[in-house]
C-alpha cells in the first residue's frame, strides 16, 4: 500500500533519531572500553533513551488532542425550492454575452444592458422588495432594507462578467446554456452567474415566503471582475465608502466546494478564503548604444536585463506558514488519517518537513511564499540589431507579512545594477488582504450554513492565490470571506477558464439553499 509522502517524512524523523542513538552509542563504547569504564556509556544511552521517549510523548499527547473542527450537524436542510425552473433560468442567463475587455470599446453593454432586463422580469419579487441602484452605469447594487437599523449590513457578492469563449473543444456551445447529463453548459455557469443567479433565487423565494430581514442584505453585482474589477466593484465599494458603510461581514466568490485537492481527504472540501495575495507587476528597463549584432558589446541590453531576471530567480522570497497556510493545517489535519494528522498536530517538529513537500510544487509553492514570475520581455524587432532599450516585466503575488514597498525594496538589492531601472506598472496594484478571523458570529453563520447545506463537506479556512472583487471592500468590514458552495472536483477547475464549464443542477439546488439558509440566519 503506498505512503503519504508526509508519512515518508515521519518515518524518516524517528529513523533518524535512532541513527543518532545508535552513532553516540558507538562512539561512547569505544572510548570508554579503552578505559574500562562502562558506567559513562550506560547513562548516556539511557538519557538518550529517555529523551526519545519524552519526544514521542509529547507528539502522542498533541495528536490526541488535535480535535475536528466540523461542527456537528443534525440533518441537511432543504427548502421546496424548484430547482428545474432555477436551473432554466440559469441556463437562460448564460446566453447573454457579458464578456469584459481590457478597454471598454471591448465591451458589448447592450448585453449587460438586455442581461439586466432579464433580471427583472425573472425576478419580479425580489426586485420589487430591494432598491435597485446603477453603479457606473451597469454594475448592479441591491439593498434589501433591514427593520433594524442599530444591526450592520451583510454584503453578497457576485460579477456578472464572463471570459471569453470559442465554441471549439465544446460539447456544448459555451452561450448555449444547454442543460443535459443533469448539467447547465456554459460559460459563467460556474464563474460567476451561477452564484448571481443564486442570491437573486434565494431572495426571491425568502420575499415569496414573507421574510423580512431584520438587517439590511445588500447585493452588488460588478461588470469587470475579470479585467480587474475597478470600474465595476471598485466604483461600487467607492460609493458605499462615500456613505460610511460598515458590513459585518463580505462574502464574495474566490474558492469553492472541491474533492481531490486534499490528500488523505477523498471526500468534499469547502474551502474558505479568509485572505488573498498582493498583486505588483514591476517593469525592469536599461538603455544602451545600439548597433550592429555582428559587433556586440560584452553586455547587450537584453544581456544585461537576463542577469537581472536570473538574479531574481536565484533567489527567491523565503517561504513561510502565515495565518491562513495555519488555519488550513489546523482543519483539515483533524481529518486526515493518523500518519498526517500526527505530522500536522506537531507542526513545531515538523513544520519544515510540511514546507519542503510545499516548496515541491508550484501550486502549493505559492501558498507558502511571495511568487516571482517573470512574464514579458521586449528587444530589438529584427534579428540582427542590438536594442538600444530593453524591457521585461515581473509579476509578483505578494504573500500576508510583505508588502509592494519591500518587494521592490528586495527586488532593488538583489538585481544590484544601477543600469536597470526599476518601476511598477500603474493600475492593478493591491497590497495582500488582511486575514479575516475564523472564530465569531460571522465566520460561525458562514460555516454554520456551509455544514446546513453540505453536511458531507469538510470546512477549512485557506488563502486565495489570486484576485478578486472583494480587494476592493477590505476596508468595509474585518471580516471578508471568499467562497461559493458550487461543487468542483479537482479535474474540473480548469473549465472555469477553459472549456466545457458546466455547473450540476443539483449543486446550483445547493447554492440557492446555502443563500436562503445564510440569509434567514444571519438576519432573522
Request: hydrophobic share 45%; with cysteine.
Amino acid at each position: 500500500m503506498p505512503h503519504h509522502p508526509l508519512e515518508f517524512n515521519a518515518l524518516y524523523y524517528i529513523g533518524v533519531m535512532d541513527a543518532i542513538g545508535l552513532l553516540c552509542y558507538n562512539s561512547i563504547v569505544s572510548n570508554r572500553e579503552r578505559s574500562g569504564d562502562m558506567s559513562f556509556c550506560v547513562i548516556a544511552v539511557s538519557l538518550a533513551a529517555l529523551a526519545l521517549i519524552v519526544l514521542i510523548a509529547v507528539i502522542a499527547a498533541r495528536t490526541a488532542v488535535f480535535k475536528s473542527r466540523q461542527t456537528a450537524v443534525p440533518e441537511k436542510i432543504s427548502y421546496p425550492v424548484d430547482i428545474d425552473a432555477a436551473a432554466a433560468r440559469l441556463s437562460q442567463a448564460i446566453a447573454y454575452r457579458t464578456v469584459s475587455g481590457h478597454e471598454r470599446s471591448q465591451f458589448d453593454f447592450g448585453q449587460f444592458t438586455a442581461f439586466h432586463s432579464f433580471l427583472e422580469k425573472s425576478f419580479p419579487r425580489a426586485h420589487a422588495a430591494l432598491e435597485k441602484q446603477l453603479i457606473n452605469s451597469y454594475g448592479l447594487l441591491y439593498i434589501w432594507k433591514g427593520a433594524n437599523p442599530d444591526l450592520k449590513p451583510i454584503l453578497l457578492m457576485a460579477h456578472q462578467d464572463v471570459v471569453p469563449a470559442s465554441e471549439e473543444g465544446w460539447e456544448h456551445p459555451p452561450f448555449s446554456g444547454q442543460i443535459a447529463d443533469g448539467r447547465i453548459w456554459g460559460r459563467g455557469t460556474l464563474d460567476d452567474k451561477g452564484s448571481l443567479m443564486g442570491m437573486l433565487e434565494a431572495v426571491e423565494y425568502l420575499a415569496g415566503d414573507g421574510f423580512k430581514p431584520s438587517r439590511s442584505v445588500y447585493l452588488a453585482f460588478g461588470f469587470d471582475e475579470e479585467v480587474g474589477g475597478k470600474e465595476g466593484a471598485g466604483k461600487i465599494a467607492e460609493h458605499l465608502r462615500a456613505q460610511g458603510l460598515k458590513f459585518e461581514y463580505i462574502i464574495d466568490e474566490g474558492m469553492a466546494t472541491t474533492q481531490g485537492v486534499a490528500p488523505g481527504i477523498p471526500g468534499w472540501v469547502a474551502l474558505i478564503g479568509i485572505a488573498e495575495k498582493g498583486f505588483l507587476s514591476l517593469e525592469l528597463s536599461t538603455q544602451a548604444e545600439g548597433g550592429h549584432a555582428a559587433q556586440p558589446p560584452r553586455q547587450t541590453t537584453v544581456g544585461i536585463l537576463a542577469a537581472a531576471i536570473a538574479r531574481l530567480q536565484a533567489k527567491p522570497f523565503p517561504a513561510r506558514f502565515t495565518g491562513p497556510a495555519t488555519a488550513l493545517f489546523e482543519y483539515l489535519g483533524p481529518e486526515m488519517p493518523f500518519p498526517a494528522r500526527m505530522i500536522f498536530a506537531n507542526m513545531w517538529l515538523f513544520g519544515g518537513l510540511v514546507k519542503g513537500q510545499l516548496a515541491a510544487r508550484p501550486v502549493t509553492d505559492a501558498s507558502i511564499r511571495t511568487t516571482t514570475a517573470p512574464t514579458q520581455f521586449r528587444g530589438s524587432d529584427q534579428d540582427n540589431i542590438l536594442p538600444m532599450q530593453a524591457t521585461a516585466v515581473i509579476n509578483f503575488r505578494i504573500l500576508q507579512g510583505e508588502t509592494i514597498e519591500s518587494v521592490i525594496e528586495r527586488v532593488t538589492k538583489i538585481i544590484a545594477d544601477p543600469r536597470v531601472k526599476i518601476r511598477p506598472l500603474a493600475g492593478n496594484l493591491f497590497q495582500p488582504s488582511p486575514t479575516s478571523p475564523t472564530s465569531g458570529w460571522s465566520f460561525d453563520m458562514l460555516t454554520g450554513a456551509i455544514r446546513d447545506i453540505l453536511p458531507d463537506a469538510i470546512v477549512a479556512p485557506t488563502l486565495v492565490l489570486g484576485r478578486t472583487d472583494c480587494c476592493y471592500f477590505v476596508d468595509l468590514s474585518p471580516c471578508c470571506y471568499r467562497f461559493v458552495p458550487e461543487r468542483v472536483r479537482s479535474a474540473e477547475l480548469a473549465s472555469l477558464h477553459g472549456i466545457n464549464e458546466r455547473l450540476s443542477v443539483s449543486s446550483y439546488g445547493e447554492i440557492i439553499n446555502f443563500y436562503i439558509r445564510l440569509m434567514t440566519a444571519s438576519c432573522s
